[in-house]
Protein backbone atom coordinates (compact mmCIF):
# COMPACT_ATOMS: atom_id res chain seq x y z
CA UNK A 1 0.00 0.00 0.00
CA UNK A 2 1.52 3.43 -0.85
CA UNK A 3 1.20 6.56 1.10
CA UNK A 4 -0.09 9.79 -0.79
CA UNK A 5 0.01 13.42 0.30
CA UNK A 6 -3.39 15.13 1.77
CA UNK A 7 -3.50 17.64 -1.85
CA UNK A 8 -3.03 14.63 -3.79
CA UNK A 9 -5.93 13.10 -1.77
CA UNK A 10 -7.64 16.01 -1.81
CA UNK A 11 -7.19 16.56 -5.69
CA UNK A 12 -8.69 12.70 -6.18
CA UNK A 13 -11.79 13.75 -3.99
CA UNK A 14 -12.16 17.08 -6.03
CA UNK A 15 -11.96 15.40 -9.10
CA UNK A 16 -14.89 12.97 -8.16
CA UNK A 17 -16.69 15.46 -7.25
CA UNK A 18 -16.76 14.53 -3.77
CA UNK A 19 -16.86 17.72 -0.84
CA UNK A 20 -15.99 17.28 2.69
CA UNK A 21 -16.01 19.48 6.16
CA UNK A 22 -17.21 22.96 6.58
CA UNK A 23 -14.93 24.45 4.27
CA UNK A 24 -15.89 22.25 1.17
CA UNK A 25 -19.61 22.58 2.11
CA UNK A 26 -20.69 25.83 3.99
CA UNK A 27 -22.55 25.02 6.82
CA UNK A 28 -26.66 26.79 6.43
CA UNK A 29 -25.83 27.48 2.32
CA UNK A 30 -25.83 23.85 0.80
CA UNK A 31 -28.19 21.03 1.86
CA UNK A 32 -27.54 17.45 2.16
CA UNK A 33 -28.86 16.53 -1.57
CA UNK A 34 -26.84 19.39 -3.44
CA UNK A 35 -23.69 17.76 -1.71
CA UNK A 36 -24.32 14.41 -3.43
CA UNK A 37 -25.13 12.41 -0.27
CA UNK A 38 -28.44 10.87 -2.12
CA UNK A 39 -25.78 9.11 -4.60
CA UNK A 40 -22.94 8.57 -2.13
CA UNK A 41 -25.70 6.83 0.53
CA UNK A 42 -25.42 9.58 2.80
CA UNK A 43 -29.03 9.95 3.10
CA UNK A 44 -31.68 7.77 4.49
CA UNK A 45 -35.22 7.96 3.10
CA UNK A 46 -36.52 5.02 5.43
CA UNK A 47 -34.89 5.49 8.68
CA UNK A 48 -37.55 7.87 10.04
CA UNK A 49 -37.03 11.34 12.14
CA UNK A 50 -33.48 13.11 12.03
CA UNK A 51 -32.74 16.68 11.61
CA UNK A 52 -33.31 18.24 7.89
CA UNK A 53 -35.16 14.69 7.08
CA UNK A 54 -38.65 16.23 5.92
CA UNK A 55 -36.77 18.73 4.08
CA UNK A 56 -34.32 15.90 2.49
CA UNK A 57 -37.56 14.14 1.52
CA UNK A 58 -39.52 16.50 0.08
CA UNK A 59 -36.93 17.56 -2.16
CA UNK A 60 -35.85 14.33 -3.21
CA UNK A 61 -39.23 13.20 -3.67
CA UNK A 62 -40.22 16.42 -5.85
CA UNK A 63 -37.29 15.19 -7.76
CA UNK A 64 -35.70 18.56 -8.51
CA UNK A 65 -32.10 19.74 -7.15
CA UNK A 66 -31.30 22.70 -8.96
CA UNK A 67 -27.77 23.15 -7.58
CA UNK A 68 -24.76 20.37 -6.57
CA UNK A 69 -21.23 19.99 -5.69
CA UNK A 70 -19.53 19.56 -9.16
CA UNK A 71 -15.96 19.04 -10.16
CA UNK A 72 -14.08 21.81 -11.69
CA UNK A 73 -10.61 22.17 -13.75
CA UNK A 74 -9.32 25.37 -13.61
CA UNK A 75 -6.95 26.06 -16.87
CA UNK A 76 -4.17 27.40 -16.85
CA UNK A 77 -3.67 27.63 -13.28
CA UNK A 78 0.19 27.35 -11.44
CA UNK A 79 0.17 24.28 -9.20
CA UNK A 80 1.43 26.23 -6.20
CA UNK A 81 -1.21 29.04 -7.09
CA UNK A 82 -3.73 29.28 -3.85
CA UNK A 83 -6.78 31.43 -5.06
CA UNK A 84 -8.79 32.59 -2.23
CA UNK A 85 -11.75 30.59 -2.04
CA UNK A 86 -15.04 31.11 -2.05
CA UNK A 87 -14.55 32.69 -5.57
CA UNK A 88 -17.89 33.50 -7.36
CA UNK A 89 -18.35 31.73 -10.59
CA UNK A 90 -19.96 33.86 -13.68
CA UNK A 91 -20.72 33.28 -17.27
CA UNK A 92 -18.80 34.82 -19.63
CA UNK A 93 -21.90 36.23 -21.41
CA UNK A 94 -23.10 37.93 -18.26
CA UNK A 95 -26.41 36.16 -18.23
CA UNK A 96 -26.53 34.70 -14.85
CA UNK A 97 -25.37 37.88 -12.92
CA UNK A 98 -29.62 38.59 -12.24
CA UNK A 99 -29.68 35.52 -10.75
CA UNK A 100 -26.27 35.68 -8.61
CA UNK A 101 -24.20 34.07 -10.61
CA UNK A 102 -23.13 30.29 -11.32
CA UNK A 103 -22.36 29.55 -8.43
CA UNK A 104 -18.77 29.80 -6.45
CA UNK A 105 -15.37 27.77 -6.06
CA UNK A 106 -15.50 26.10 -2.74
CA UNK A 107 -12.02 24.88 -2.35
CA UNK A 108 -9.03 23.56 -5.40
CA UNK A 109 -5.84 22.29 -5.26
CA UNK A 110 -3.58 23.46 -8.17
CA UNK A 111 -6.05 23.24 -11.40
CA UNK A 112 -8.68 20.50 -10.15
CA UNK A 113 -11.56 22.52 -7.82
CA UNK A 114 -14.65 21.33 -6.40
CA UNK A 115 -17.80 24.41 -7.08
CA UNK A 116 -21.40 25.00 -5.36
CA UNK A 117 -23.00 25.89 -9.07
CA UNK A 118 -26.52 26.16 -10.24
CA UNK A 119 -26.43 22.96 -12.43
CA UNK A 120 -28.40 24.10 -15.35
CA UNK A 121 -26.01 26.92 -16.74
CA UNK A 122 -22.76 24.49 -15.60
CA UNK A 123 -24.26 21.72 -17.35
CA UNK A 124 -24.65 23.81 -20.45
CA UNK A 125 -20.49 24.61 -19.80
CA UNK A 126 -19.70 21.16 -19.71
CA UNK A 127 -21.10 20.05 -22.71
CA UNK A 128 -20.13 22.76 -24.51
CA UNK A 129 -23.45 24.41 -25.12
CA UNK A 130 -23.56 27.61 -22.69
CA UNK A 131 -21.80 30.33 -22.27
CA UNK A 132 -17.90 29.72 -20.51
CA UNK A 133 -17.40 30.05 -17.11
CA UNK A 134 -14.77 32.58 -15.08
CA UNK A 135 -13.64 33.30 -11.86
CA UNK A 136 -14.19 36.70 -10.80
CA UNK A 137 -10.80 37.59 -9.13
CA UNK A 138 -9.55 41.00 -7.25
CA UNK A 139 -8.03 43.28 -9.89
CA UNK A 140 -10.80 42.41 -12.52
CA UNK A 141 -8.68 39.10 -13.37
CA UNK A 142 -10.18 36.62 -14.76
CA UNK A 143 -9.62 32.60 -14.22
CA UNK A 144 -11.48 29.88 -16.62
CA UNK A 145 -13.40 27.44 -14.60
CA UNK A 146 -14.07 23.95 -16.95
CA UNK A 147 -17.00 21.89 -14.90
CA UNK A 148 -17.10 18.52 -15.41
CA UNK A 149 -20.17 16.01 -14.59
CA UNK A 150 -18.69 12.84 -12.44
CA UNK A 151 -19.53 9.88 -14.58
CA UNK A 152 -20.81 8.09 -11.22
CA UNK A 153 -23.70 10.93 -11.31
CA UNK A 154 -27.23 9.20 -12.23
CA UNK A 155 -28.05 10.49 -15.82
CA UNK A 156 -31.25 12.42 -14.43
CA UNK A 157 -29.59 14.88 -12.19
CA UNK A 158 -30.05 18.14 -13.96
CA UNK A 159 -32.24 17.01 -15.93
CA UNK A 160 -35.34 16.75 -13.95
CA UNK A 161 -36.94 19.77 -15.02
CA UNK A 162 -36.83 18.91 -18.34
CA UNK A 163 -37.98 15.53 -17.91
CA UNK A 164 -41.44 16.75 -15.50
CA UNK A 165 -42.37 19.05 -18.25
CA UNK A 166 -42.33 16.48 -21.35
CA UNK A 167 -44.77 14.16 -19.06
Not at 20 to 34: F, Y
Request: glycine share 12%; aromatic share 6%; net charge negative.
Amino acid sequence: MSVVGEDLFRRYRYQLGAAEGDVEIPTGVVAPLECNLDALNGISYTKGCYIGQERNSFTHYRGIVRRRMMPVTLPGLEPSERLPCPVPIVAADGATKSQGGVGMLTKHVGDAGIAYVRLAPALAAAEGEGAPLHLQLEGNRMQAVVPHRPDWWPNEWGREESRQQGQ
